[in-house]
């Protein structure tokens, strides 16, 4: 981190106009000023939101599971893999399974299973869905997609954090 500042402020100074060949201009520094600050902001953000709030991490991670445990699956689904994914502050869940119901009845099953359960089904446009063939599920703070994989279908849950929120 101080390398990177120090690369900044020697950018910034009439030794680094010479050193890069530019001739910054007052408001490209106001600019890099700014930018800089605000992806600082942003760092100490994430970090203050990791170190002071790890019991709401807990606790959204363990809603996100319970969640996911809710959901009743067809009786022939097979559970080929389950990973528990995270970065940084977000996480999500990834799921495989194998079905015996076509793509029509799987949507079918689970429209009728999660719209039961509170859950609201997210249109997807006609030319992602003729692509990827996928659908997606809100319910809150989640988000499930249902997308093709071989000969599997992956079950991805996320739980939408701050940053989706601002995005």
Do not use: C
Request: charged letters at 30%; zero cysteines; glycine letters at 6%.
């Amino acid at each position: 981190m101080q390398g990177m500042l120090n690369k900044y402020l020697t950018f910034l100074s009439k030794e680094g106009e010479e050193l890069f060949g530019k001739e910054l201009t007052r408001g490209s520094k106001v600019i890099g000023r700014i930018l800089f600050s605000f992806l600082i902001a942003v760092v100490l953000l994430t970090f203050g939101i990791r170190l002071f709030d790890s019991q709401g991490l807990q606790k959204r991670e363990q809603g996100l599971i319970s969640e996911f445990q809710a959901i009743v699956h067809p009786n022939d689904a097979e559970q080929v893999s389950f990973e528990m994914r995270s970065k940084i502050l977000k996480r999500w869940i990834l799921a495989n399974y194998r079905y015996r119901l076509n793509a029509a009845e799987l949507e079918n099953y689970y429209d009728h299973e999660l719209l039961q359960k509170g859950w609201s089904k997210v249109p997807v446009s006609k030319t992602e869905y003729e692509t990827f063939h996928h659908f997606k599920y809100k319910k809150g703070d989640y988000e499930i997609i249902f997308r093709p994989f071989k000969d599997s279908w992956v079950i991805q849950m996320n739980l939408r954090d701050f940053y989706d929120k601002l995005g």
